[in-house]
Nanobody, 124 residues
């Protein structure tokens, strides 16, 4: 059974940084496409970043140059380094695993697994 557990959320002021972590277990981690999506209060889910098994990455336009997705296959852990945070980044952040297709198009119904989320709050 696939399990994803996020950590690292918190409250920061605008311009600050946070690093989110996602510990994975229960499957061959390195063979999956992984990613982060977020959901702000009253808004729809939004794909933020993905990283494929070959290390290639994608980002939503609003976080390009500020967020960096990475993974450590030996530790089965996914990361999201978030710098220059803005109040509009405030959301619950979730890590996800699935096929390259599901994450590239952010087809949430096709994801294989996602975590319980970690809350990021950015104040102005």
């Amino acid at each position: 059974q696939v399990q994803l557990v996020e950590s690292g959320g918190g409250s920061v002021q605008a311009g600050g940084s946070l690093r989110l972590s996602c510990a994975a277990s229960g499957y061959t981690y390195s063979s999956y496409c992984m990613g982060w999506f977020r959901q702000a209060p009253g808004k729809e889910r939004e794909g933020v970043a993905t990283i494929d098994s070959d290390g290639s990455t994608t980002y939503v336009h609003s976080v390009k140059g500020r967020f960096t997705i990475s993974k450590d296959n030996a530790k089965n852990t996914l990361y999201l380094q978030m710098d220059s945070l803005k109040p509009e980044d405030t959301a619950m952040y979730y890590c996800a695993a699935g096929s390259k297709w599901a994450l590239f198009w952010w087809d949430f119904n096709a994801l294989d697994a996602w975590g319980q989320g970690t809350l990021v709050t950015v104040s102005s």
